[in-house]
C-alpha cells in the first residue's frame, strides 16, 4: 500500500477508518432514501471516491481551506463538516448548511474551512487561487486545498488558475480527482493524452500520481506538500485516480448506459480503500467505530426529518451582504 | 400575426420536433453539424440528438471537452468558414463562458467587417427548472442577448414552433440564440412531417380575448394559458400571445391587442430587471404615449438567485395561479384578493430528480 510508516499507527488508522466509513454510510443512506423524494435535490455520490478527502483533508489543519465541486459530500464531510447541517440542505430544510437555499450541489462550513461548492465545472480553482493569494498577502501558512474532477482540466481557467498560482508562488494543493468520466465521456474522447501531471509540470509545479485512490500515500503526500507550500514552496499538483461507483448525478447504477463496463467498476470496487483501510482495524475497534458512526448518521437524517422549511421571507434574503 | 393550425395531425413531443427539425436540416445541407457536451452520449441531449451520429457520422454529431470559450469561437470559426454550426448546451447557465465570444465575435463580424463574413451560429440552451436545480442550473439570460445588435434570438414554446424555429434558426445567416426550457421537452402537440421554418419577428395569439392581453416567454406561455382558463372561469377574456421571437420582437402584434384591450401583463420566464418585460413595455408605452393609456404590469422570477429548496423555489417562479390572480386584478380593480384553485403544473409536479 504504502511506505507503511504510519501502517502501524492505530489512533491515525481509527480516524481515517471513521472518516471513510461515515462519508461511506452517508452516501448510502442517501441512496436509499433518494427514491422517497425527500431530497429534491441533484446529488452527485462521492460513493466510490472518499478516499480522495479523506486522504488529502486528514492531512490539513482546520483553518486550512478547502474548495470542491458539486461532487462534494466526502469533502465537505473530510473537512470536518456538520452532518446534520448537511443533510438538512438535502431536505431543504431552515437548519441546512445554507438554510435550503444550496442543496447537494453548494455545500457550506465557514467553520471548518470548507468554502461553497460550485456546480459550473472549474469555477473553484481561481477562488481558490484568490484564497491563497489574500492568506499569503496577510502573512499567513494557510493551505488552500482545490478539489476538480478530470473534466474541469479542460476548462481554460484551470490553465490560467495554475500559471498565476505558480508565478506567484502560491500554497494551492491542486487535486485532480481522475474518475476519468466527465458524465458518460471517457477521456478518450475529450484529450489527446491524459498527461494532466505533465500539463502541471510546465508551469513548474512539483506533481505526484496516487494510484487507486490510496488514502495512506495521499495522506503522507499530502502532509509532506503541506509542509512545502508553509514554508513557501508553491503550488503543487496531485492527480488520484479513483472511480465513482454510481451514475454521474443521482442514486442509481447506470451500467445499463453501456459507456463504462461492469468488469472496470468491479475492479475499484475489489480496492475499495474503506473496506481495505477497515481490514487494518481489529474487529473491536471496527465494529465500534461502525456502531458510533451509524448513530451519528442516523441521528443526522432524524434531525433533517424534524428541522422545518424555511419561512417564506427568506427567499428574499441574503441577495445582498448587511 | 400568424395563427396555430386547428386541423388534425400527427402529435408529437417538443424533444422529438427539436430531433426532427435537425435531422432534417442535417439530411439536405450537409454543412450543418452539431457539438456540445453530451450530444452523442446514451442520453442523447434528452433524447433532441439521439441518434445523429449514428444517421449522419460521428463528425456531425460529436462531444467536446469542457471548454465552452474555446468551442464557441471554434462554432465561429467553422461558420466564418461556410459550416452551419449547432453548438448544445445542457443549461443556458453554461453561456456565461461562451459571452466574450458570442458578443464580441459572433455578433460583430458581419457589421465590423462590412458583411464580407456571415456566422450562421444556433446556440441551443437549455433553461432548467425544478428539483432543486438551484441558483446556478435554472437561469434564463435571453434579454443579455436581446441587448445585443447583431445576435438574434427565439424561445419557442409549442412543439410546432420547437420545430419550425429551429429550422429557420439553422437557415438564418446570422448568430441564433436558441432558447429552450426542461419544462417543455415533453409537452405534445401537433407538427408537420415535412419541412417548415417559422419565421423569426412574428408573434402568434394562441387565445383570443378582448379583457386583457397576457404576453408571455417560453415556460410561461403554457403557465399562462392555464390562468387564461382559470379566468374563463370567472367571465375574464384574456388574450395570450407568445412572441416567439424575442429579437427581433414583433412589438406590432402586442401593440394591437394591447390597443384592443387595454391592458397588458407580461410575464417573463427570467427575472423582469432590464429584462424582455422591460423591452416590451418600453416599446408599448413609447408607442401610445399621449394617445392612450395602457395598463401594464410585469411578473417574473423574484429577483434573487433562485433557491434549491421546494417551498421558496415555488415562490420563485410565477404560475398560472398568481398569473390569473394579477390578471384579475388588473381587470376588476387593484387587491380582489381571488385565486384560483388548481394543482401545480403537472410537468413540474411529474418532473424527477435528479436532472
Ligand atoms: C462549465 C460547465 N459546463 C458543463 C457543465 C455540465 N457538467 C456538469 S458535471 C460535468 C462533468 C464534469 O466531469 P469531471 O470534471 O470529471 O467531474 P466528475 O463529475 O467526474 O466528478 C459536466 C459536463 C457544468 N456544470 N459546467
Ligand atoms: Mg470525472
Same mark, same amino acid.
Given at each position: 500500500?504504502?511506505?507503511?510508516v504510519?501502517?502501524?499507527?492505530?489512533?491515525?488508522l481509527r480516524?481515517?477508518?471513521?472518516?471513510?466509513?461515515r462519508?461511506?454510510?452517508?452516501e448510502?443512506?442517501?441512496?436509499?432514501?433518494?427514491?422517497?423524494?425527500k431530497?429534491?435535490s441533484?446529488?452527485?455520490?462521492?460513493?466510490?471516491?472518499?478516499?480522495?478527502?479523506?486522504?488529502?483533508?486528514?492531512?490539513?489543519?482546520?483553518?486550512?481551506?478547502v474548495?470542491?465541486?458539486?461532487?462534494?459530500? !466526502?469533502?465537505?464531510? #473530510?473537512?470536518?463538516?456538520?452532518?446534520? &447541517? *448537511?443533510? +438538512?440542505?438535502?431536505?431543504?430544510k431552515?437548519?441546512?448548511?445554507?438554510r435550503?437555499?444550496?442543496?447537494?450541489?453548494?455545500?457550506?462550513?465557514m467553520?471548518?474551512?470548507?468554502?461553497?461548492?460550485?456546480?459550473?465545472?472549474?469555477?473553484?480553482?481561481?477562488?481558490?487561487?484568490?484564497?491563497?493569494?489574500a492568506?499569503r498577502?496577510r502573512?499567513?501558512d494557510?493551505?488552500?486545498?482545490?478539489?476538480?474532477?478530470?473534466?474541469?482540466?479542460e476548462e481554460?481557467?484551470?490553465h490560467?488558475?495554475?500559471?498565476?498560482?505558480a508565478?506567484?508562488?502560491?500554497?494551492?494543493l491542486?487535486?485532480?480527482?481522475?474518475?476519468?468520466y466527465?458524465?458518460?465521456?471517457?477521456l478518450?474522447?475529450?484529450?489527446?493524452?491524459?498527461?494532466?501531471?505533465?500539463?502541471?509540470a510546465?508551469?513548474?509545479?512539483?506533481?505526484?500520481?496516487?494510484?487507486?485512490?490510496?488514502?495512506? !500515500?495521499?495522506?503522507? #503526500?499530502?502532509e509532506?506538500?503541506?509542509? &512545502? *507550500?508553509? +514554508?513557501?514552496g508553491?503550488?503543487?499538483?496531485f492527480?488520484v485516480?479513483t472511480?465513482?461507483?454510481?451514475?454521474?448525478?443521482?442514486?442509481?447504477?447506470?451500467?445499463?448506459?453501456n459507456?463504462?463496463?461492469?468488469?472496470?467498476?468491479?475492479?475499484?470496487?475489489?480496492?475499495?480503500?474503506?473496506?481495505?483501510?477497515?481490514?487494518?482495524?481489529d474487529?473491536a475497534?471496527?465494529?465500534?467505530?461502525?456502531?458510533?458512526?451509524?448513530?451519528?448518521?442516523?441521528?443526522?437524517?432524524?434531525f433533517?426529518?424534524a428541522?422545518?422549511?424555511?419561512?417564506?421571507?427568506?427567499?428574499y434574503?441574503h441577495?445582498?451582504?448587511? | 400575426?400568424?395563427?396555430?393550425?386547428?386541423?388534425?395531425?400527427r402529435?408529437?413531443?417538443?424533444a422529438?420536433?427539436?430531433y426532427?427539425?435537425?435531422?432534417?436540416?442535417?439530411?439536405?445541407d450537409?454543412?450543418?453539424?452539431?457539438?456540445?457536451?453530451?450530444?452523442?452520449d446514451?442520453k442523447?441531449m434528452?433524447?433532441?440528438?439521439?441518434?445523429?451520429?449514428?444517421?449522419?457520422?460521428?463528425?456531425?454529431?460529436?462531444?467536446?471537452?469542457?471548454?465552452?470559450?474555446?468551442?464557441?469561437g471554434?462554432?465561429?470559426?467553422?461558420a466564418i468558414?461556410?459550416m452551419?454550426?449547432i453548438?448544445?448546451?445542457?443549461?443556458?447557465?453554461?453561456?456565461?463562458?461562451?459571452m466574450?465570444?458570442?458578443?464580441n465575435?459572433?455578433?460583430?463580424?458581419?457589421?465590423?467587417?462590412?458583411?464580407?463574413?456571415?456566422?450562421p451560429?444556433?446556440?441551443?440552451?437549455?433553461?432548467g427548472?425544478?428539483w432543486g436545480?438551484?441558483?446556478?442550473?435554472?437561469?434564463?439570460?435571453?434579454?443579455?442577448?436581446?441587448?445585443?445588435?447583431?445576435?438574434?434570438?427565439?424561445?419557442?414554446?409549442?412543439?410546432h414552433d420547437?420545430?419550425?424555429?429551429?429550422?429557420?434558426?439553422?437557415?438564418?445567416?446570422?448568430?441564433?440564440?436558441?432558447?429552450e426550457?426542461?419544462?417543455?421537452?415533453?409537452?405534445?402537440?401537433?407538427?408537420?412531417?415535412?419541412?417548415?421554418?417559422?419565421?423569426f419577428g412574428?408573434?402568434?395569439?394562441?387565445?383570443?380575448?378582448?379583457?386583457?392581453?397576457?404576453?408571455?416567454?417560453?415556460?410561461m406561455?403554457v403557465?399562462?394559458?392555464?390562468?387564461?382558463?382559470h379566468?374563463?372561469?370567472?367571465?375574464?377574456?384574456?388574450?395570450?400571445?407568445?412572441?416567439?421571437?424575442?429579437?427581433?420582437?414583433?412589438?406590432?402584434?402586442?401593440i394591437?391587442?394591447?390597443?384592443?384591450?387595454?391592458?397588458?401583463l407580461?410575464?417573463d420566464?427570467?427575472?423582469?430587471?432590464?429584462?424582455?418585460?422591460?423591452?416590451?413595455?418600453a416599446?408599448?408605452?413609447e408607442?401610445f404615449?399621449?394617445?392612450?393609456?395602457?395598463?401594464?404590469?410585469?411578473m417574473?422570477?423574484?429577483?434573487?438567485?433562485?433557491?434549491?429548496?421546494?417551498?421558496?423555489?415555488?415562490l420563485?417562479?410565477p404560475?398560472?395561479?398568481?398569473?390569473?390572480?394579477?390578471?384579475?386584478?388588473?381587470?376588476?380593480?387593484?387587491?380582489?384578493?381571488?385565486?384560483?384553485?388548481?394543482?401545480?403544473?403537472?410537468?413540474?409536479?411529474?418532473?424527477?430528480?435528479?436532472?
Amino acid at each position: 500500500m504504502t511506505k507503511g510508516v504510519r501502517g502501524d499507527n492505530a489512533v491515525l488508522l481509527r480516524r481515517l477508518y471513521t472518516s471513510l466509513y461515515r462519508i461511506r454510510r452517508v452516501e448510502e443512506e442517501i441512496v436509499r432514501i433518494y427514491p422517497t423524494d425527500k431530497i429534491k435535490s441533484p446529488s452527485h455520490m462521492s460513493l466510490g471516491q472518499e478516499s480522495v478527502s479523506v486522504g488529502v483533508c486528514e492531512a490539513l489543519r482546520k483553518t486550512d481551506i478547502v474548495f470542491a465541486t458539486y461532487r462534494s459530500h !466526502a469533502a465537505y464531510l #473530510a473537512k470536518g463538516g456538520d452532518l446534520k &447541517r *448537511m443533510t +438538512a440542505e438535502l431536505y431543504g430544510k431552515a437548519d441546512g448548511a445554507a438554510r435550503g437555499k444550496a442543496g447537494s450541489m453548494h455545500l457550506i462550513d465557514m467553520s471548518t474551512g470548507m468554502m461553497g461548492t460550485s456546480a459550473i465545472v472549474g469555477t473553484s480553482l481561481p477562488l481558490a487561487v484568490g484564497y491563497a493569494l489574500a492568506e499569503r498577502m496577510r502573512g499567513k501558512d494557510t493551505v488552500v486545498v482545490v478539489f476538480f474532477g478530470d473534466g474541469a482540466q479542460e476548462e481554460g481557467v484551470f490553465h490560467e488558475s495554475m500559471n498565476f498560482a505558480a508565478l506567484k508562488k502560491l500554497p494551492v494543493l491542486f487535486v485532480l480527482e481522475n474518475n476519468t468520466y466527465a458524465i458518460h465521456t471517457p477521456l478518450g474522447a475529450r484529450v489527446p493524452a491524459a498527461n494532466f501531471r505533465e500539463r502541471a509540470a510546465t508551469y513548474k509545479m512539483p506533481t505526484q500520481l496516487i494510484e487507486d485512490g490510496d488514502t495512506l !500515500a495521499l495522506l503522507e #503526500a499530502t502532509e509532506a506538500a503541506a509542509a &512545502r *507550500m508553509r +514554508a513557501g514552496g508553491g503550488p503543487e499538483f496531485f492527480e488520484v485516480m479513483t472511480m465513482r461507483w454510481l451514475e454521474h448525478v443521482g442514486p442509481g447504477d447506470d451500467l445499463h448506459l453501456n459507456y463504462r463496463t461492469k468488469a472496470e467498476l468491479d475492479a475499484w470496487k475489489a480496492k475499495d480503500q474503506v473496506k481495505l483501510i477497515g481490514a487494518m482495524l481489529d474487529d473491536a475497534a471496527r465494529g465500534q467505530i461502525q456502531r458510533e458512526v451509524e448513530e451519528e448518521v442516523q441521528a443526522a437524517l432524524a434531525f433533517a426529518e424534524a428541522s422545518p422549511y424555511p419561512a417564506d421571507h427568506e427567499l428574499y434574503e441574503h441577495v445582498y451582504h448587511d | 400575426m400568424t395563427k396555430l393550425g386547428t386541423k388534425p395531425g400527427r402529435e408529437i413531443s417538443y424533444a422529438d420536433a427539436l430531433y426532427e427539425a435537425v435531422a432534417s436540416e442535417m439530411d439536405i445541407d450537409p454543412s450543418v453539424f452539431v457539438f456540445g457536451l453530451g450530444v452523442d452520449d446514451p442520453k442523447g441531449m434528452y433524447g433532441t440528438t439521439k441518434d445523429l451520429h449514428v444517421r449522419f457520422g460521428a463528425d456531425r454529431n460529436f462531444d467536446t471537452p469542457l471548454s465552452e470559450d474555446a468551442m464557441t469561437g471554434v462554432a465561429i470559426g467553422a461558420a466564418i468558414a461556410g459550416m452551419r454550426p449547432i453548438h448544445v448546451h445542457q443549461r443556458f447557465d453554461f453561456l456565461l463562458l461562451c459571452m466574450n465570444q458570442l458578443v464580441n465575435l459572433a455578433a460583430k463580424s458581419s457589421y465590423m467587417f462590412a458583411g464580407a463574413v456571415s456566422v450562421p451560429i444556433v446556440v441551443r440552451s437549455i433553461i432548467g427548472r425544478s428539483w432543486g436545480q438551484g441558483a446556478q442550473h435554472s437561469q434564463a439570460l435571453h434579454s443579455m442577448f436581446m441587448h445585443v445588435p447583431g445576435l438574434k434570438v427565439v424561445a419557442p414554446t409549442t412543439p410546432h414552433d420547437a420545430k419550425g424555429c429551429l429550422i429557420a434558426a439553422i437557415r438564418d445567416n446570422n448568430p441564433v440564440i436558441f432558447v429552450e426550457h426542461r419544462m417543455l421537452y415533453g409537452n405534445r402537440g401537433v407538427v408537420p412531417e415535412e419541412s417548415y421554418a417559422v419565421p423569426f419577428g412574428k408573434a402568434r395569439t394562441l387565445k383570443e380575448g378582448d379583457d386583457i392581453t397576457i404576453v408571455a416567454v417560453s415556460h410561461m406561455v403554457v403557465e399562462a394559458l392555464r390562468a387564461a382558463s382559470h379566468l374563463e372561469k370567472v367571465g375574464v377574456h384574456a388574450e395570450v400571445i407568445d412572441p416567439v421571437s424575442l429579437s427581433p420582437l414583433d412589438i406590432d402584434t402586442i401593440i394591437q391587442s394591447s390597443a384592443k384591450t387595454g391592458r397588458l401583463l407580461i410575464v417573463d420566464n427570467a427575472w423582469t430587471a432590464c429584462g424582455a418585460s422591460a423591452e416590451i413595455v418600453a416599446q408599448v408605452v413609447e408607442h401610445f404615449q399621449q394617445t392612450r393609456a395602457i395598463q401594464v404590469r410585469r411578473m417574473g422570477f423574484a429577483p434573487v438567485p433562485c433557491p434549491t429548496t421546494k417551498p421558496l423555489e415555488n415562490l420563485f417562479y410565477p404560475n398560472a395561479r398568481t398569473i390569473a390572480a394579477k390578471a384579475y386584478d388588473m381587470v376588476k380593480g387593484a387587491d380582489q384578493h381571488w385565486l384560483p384553485e388548481g394543482p401545480e403544473a403537472k410537468e413540474i409536479l411529474e418532473f424527477k430528480g435528479p436532472f
